[in-house]
Structure formats: structure tokens, C-alpha cells
């Protein structure tokens, strides 16, 4: 499978702890993004890499909040001190330079 | 800022029904518009796609035209099914730049036989 793979699918963590998701891209796309979507709602934008560069971060995206892309591969989205109001599914995309973006099928975080 | 409204769902239809799912956007210069579509227990696919103004763009039945007088984008089929049945989602990006994606709320579709 040549998707984009997240991991892990599912992730419950206590108020206060931190978690770290990883995206897999396709592996010739420079281009990734993270979004985070609430029940009912539909993905909101986090950031984007081009590359191992980090681009653009939304205001979205508190300081508990950290993303790398080291070495322009794999990416890692960091929470710190989880809150409640994180609880959401954290979604991973890429594309090609011009292209349209793929998704992977999500990490479900829940913060109890 | 750039902005998507959708209409609200539910919308639960018979099948070989006709479908519209309204879209409309806000944007500044000229934005490419998405239909993805999320189908039970899997990830957003896209659905299709217009890159400018009197695109049609058009997959596995559905099709929707770009129409930059009315800041619309709808989403249309003329015979439903079964398998239709999931989230259907609106999005644009910009040209330039990270060219993310501003999505609408989604629009959850229920086909019945």
C-alpha cells in the first residue's frame, strides 16, 4: 500500500499527558499537511511542510502544539499537557508540487 | 479570510434519486474547488475537482461546475445509490503558496433502497 499511513489509529491519554502521532506520506510528495477535525465539523488546517521546511502554522496551533518533518519524510505532531478540547481526529495529508492532496485515514484522539 | 458554507444535512434520499449538495465559498483571487467524500471507516477521498471559472469537473457519476459569478460549487447526480451513502465534503485552495484546504462542514448523505 502506497498511501499515507498514520499511526496510531486510536489514542486515549489522560488530561495532562502528551502524545505524539506520526504521518507516513506518499513517498514522493514534498508537500504535507496536518488538519484536525471535531465531530461534525469538517478538517480544519494545523500546518504545512514543504520538504523538512515548515511553512505555515495555523493560529490554531497553540504552543502545546509542535510538528517536524525531519529530513522531508515521515512527520511527527506533538501535543503537550492534552486538554479536553483536543480531543478531535488529527488528520495527515500530501501531495505532489501541484497536485492533489491525500489523505491518511486518521489518528482518533481522546483525552479523559 | 477564506470560508466555505455547505447545506446542512442530514439529507436522506431514495434511490436513483436525484442529488444537490449546495456549496458556495468566499474567497480572495481564484481558488480551486474540491468535493471530497468520506465513506465509513475510511480516510477523504477526493471526489472531484475545478481549477477555474466554467470547470466542470465530473467522477463516478457526480458532477460539479465552477461558477465564479455566483461563488458556487455544487455537487450533482443524476441517479443515487446505495453505495453513495457517507460524508461529502467542499473545499478550496489557494493557487499560490501551502495551497491548503478550507473545508465546509460536510454534508452527511443516507441513500435507502
Known amino acids: 500500500d502506497t498511501g499515507v499511513s498514520q499511526n496510531p489509529r486510536h489514542k486515549i491519554t489522560k488530561r495532562g499527558q502528551n502524545v505524539t502521532f506520526r504521518c507516513d506520506p506518499i513517498?514522493?510528495?514534498?508537500?504535507l499537511y496536518w488538519y484536525r477535525q471535531t465531530l461534525g465539523q469538517g478538517p480544519e488546517f494545523l500546518t504545512y511542510f514543504q520538504n523538512e521546511a515548515q511553512l505555515e502554522k495555523s493560529r490554531l496551533l497553540s504552543d502545546r502544539f509542535s510538528a517536524e518533518r525531519p529530513k522531508g519524510s515521515f512527520s511527527t505532531l506533538e501535543i503537550q499537557r492534552t486538554e479536553q478540547g483536543d480531543s478531535a481526529m488529527y488528520l495527515c495529508?500530501?501531495?505532489?508540487?501541484?497536485?492533489?492532496?491525500?489523505f491518511g485515514q486518521g489518528t482518533r484522539l481522546t483525552v479523559v | 479570510g477564506n470560508s466555505v458554507t455547505q447545506m446542512e444535512g442530514p439529507v436522506t434520499l431514495s434511490e436513483e434519486a436525484f442529488l444537490t449538495i449546495n456549496c458556495t465559498y468566499t474567497a480572495t483571487g481564484y481558488p480551486s474547488l474540491f468535493w471530497y467524500v468520506q465513506y465509513p471507516g475510511e480516510g477523504l477521498q477526493l471526489l472531484l475537482k475545478a481549477t477555474k471559472a466554467d470547470d466542470k469537473g465530473s467522477n463516478k457519476g457526480f458532477e460539479a461546475t465552477y461558477r465564479k459569478e455566483t461563488t458556487s460549487f455544487h455537487l450533482e447526480k443524476g441517479s443515487v445509490q446505495v453505495s453513495d451513502s457517507a460524508v461529502y465534503f467542499c473545499?478550496?485552495?489557494?493557487?499560490?503558496?501551502?495551497?491548503?484546504?478550507?473545508f465546509g462542514q460536510g454534508t452527511r448523505l443516507t441513500i435507502n433502497p
Open positions: 495529508a500530501s501531495s505532489p508540487r501541484r497536485g492533489e492532496a491525500f
Open positions: 473545499a478550496l485552495s489557494d493557487f499560490q503558496g501551502a495551497q491548503k484546504l478550507v
Open positions: 513517498s514522493e510528495h514534498n508537500r
